[in-house]
Every structure is written in C-alpha cells, then in structure tokens.
C-alpha cells in the first residue's frame, strides 16, 4: 500500500482501536463487498476493495444519501487513486 493511504488507516484505527465510537466505521465502506469481488472475481485485494468503493459510492448517490457535491468529491479520489489499488 501507499504510505499516506497506511498512514490514514493509521490515525483512523488510533482514533477508535477498540471500536467503540463507531469511528472506525468509514473503514468498512464498499470493504465487504470488496471481499465478495475478491472471492467470486479472483481479483486483488486492493482491486476488489475499490470497486466495492466504486458501487457504495454509485449506490448512495442512486438512494440520494450521497450529496452530488460529496459524490464528485469522493469520485475524484477514487479515480486518482485508481492505479494504485491494481
């Protein structure tokens, strides 16, 4: 993994290492579907986990619990960091 995406997961899991608060919580967004592209794709992890991400982000914007402004935003992430889930 890239050491700004470690170090993020770093300073989320730090904040919540017991999983208490709920905070940890963004770190499951699109992360169990991603196991299942894992498993019936026979992709990479970091592939499957971000097409999980891709769906969970389209899925919230279709139920309108994702803002058009946060869907671009989040969109944008996703596809600048695209290259280096593969």
């Given at each position: 993994?890239l050491?700004?995406?470690?170090q993020?997961k770093?300073?989320?899991?730090s904040r919540?290492p017991?999983?208490?608060?709920g905070e940890r919580?963004v770190?499951?967004l699109?992360h169990?579907l991603?196991?299942?592209?894992?498993?019936e794709?026979?992709?990479?992890?970091?592939?499957?986990v971000?097409?999980?991400l891709?769906?969970?982000?389209?899925w919230g914007?279709?139920?309108?619990?994702?803002?058009?402004?946060h869907?671009?935003?989040?969109r944008d992430?996703?596809m600048?960091n695209?290259?280096?889930?593969?």
């Amino acid at each position: 993994l890239l050491p700004h995406v470690i170090q993020s997961k770093f300073e989320v899991v730090s904040r919540d290492p017991l999983e208490k608060t709920g905070e940890r919580h963004v770190l499951n967004l699109g992360h169990t579907l991603g196991h299942v592209f894992e498993l019936e794709q026979l992709l990479p992890h970091g592939v499957a986990v971000h097409r999980g991400l891709e769906f969970a982000l389209e899925w919230g914007r279709m139920l309108n619990v994702v803002s058009d402004r946060h869907y671009q935003q989040m969109r944008d992430v996703l596809m600048k960091n695209r290259t280096a889930a593969i």
